[in-house]
C-alpha cells in the first residue's frame, strides 16, 4: 500500500472519480477522552485517511486543543439523499481515523462514516501509559 498526500491524489484522474461519488461535504468533529469522557487529552495527533486504488490518501492531519478537540473538518461525502434501492437508508463514505499520543498506551483506529451535509462526531477513548518499571525502581 502507498501513502499519498491529498494534494498530490488531486492531480490523479482517481481523484476525479471520487468527487464524482461524493460531491458534498461532511463534517467531523473528534474528541479525545479518558476515563468516560470527563478527561480530555490534548496534543493527539489526528490522522484521517482513506484507501482509494491501493493508496492511503491523507485528508487531514492535525492536532488537539487543550479540551482534546478537532473541529470542523470537511470531508468529501456523497450528496444527502435517501438511497431508495437500500431501504430509505443515506449513502456514506467511509474514511479512517488514526490517532496517536505518546502518553497513551494504543493507537486507536475507527472507521468513520462521513454523510453529505451532515456533522459527525467521533468519540477517541485512550488508556494511559503505566510505566511498570519505574514503579518497580521506586519500591512499589
Not at 481523484?15 to 464524482?20: A, G, I, P
Request: net charge negative; aromatic share 10%.
Amino acid at each position: 500500500m502507498n501513502f499519498i498526500l491529498l494534494e498530490k491524489f488531486k492531480e490523479t484522474e482517481e481523484y476525479e472519480k471520487f468527487l464524482q461519488d461524493n460531491p458534498s461535504l461532511g463534517t467531523l468533529k473528534v474528541e479525545v477522552f479518558t476515563a468516560n469522557e470527563s478527561i480530555p487529552i490534548p496534543n493527539t495527533q489526528v490522522l484521517i485517511t482513506k484507501n482509494i486504488d491501493n493508496n492511503d490518501v491523507l485528508f487531514y492531519k492535525g492536532v488537539t486543543s487543550s479540551s482534546g478537540i478537532i473541529d470542523n473538518v470537511s470531508l468529501p461525502a456523497p450528496n444527502p439523499i435517501l438511497n431508495a434501492s437500500y431501504d430509505n437508508e443515506l449513502k456514506y463514505t467511509i474514511y479512517d481515523l488514526t490517532a496517536i499520543n505518546d502518553d497513551f498506551e494504543t493507537i486507536k483506529k475507527y472507521k468513520i462514516a462521513m454523510f453529505g451535509d451532515i456533522k459527525v462526531i467521533q468519540y477517541v477513548k485512550m488508556i494511559p501509559k503505566i510505566d511498570i518499571e519505574g514503579a518497580k525502581d521506586n519500591g512499589n
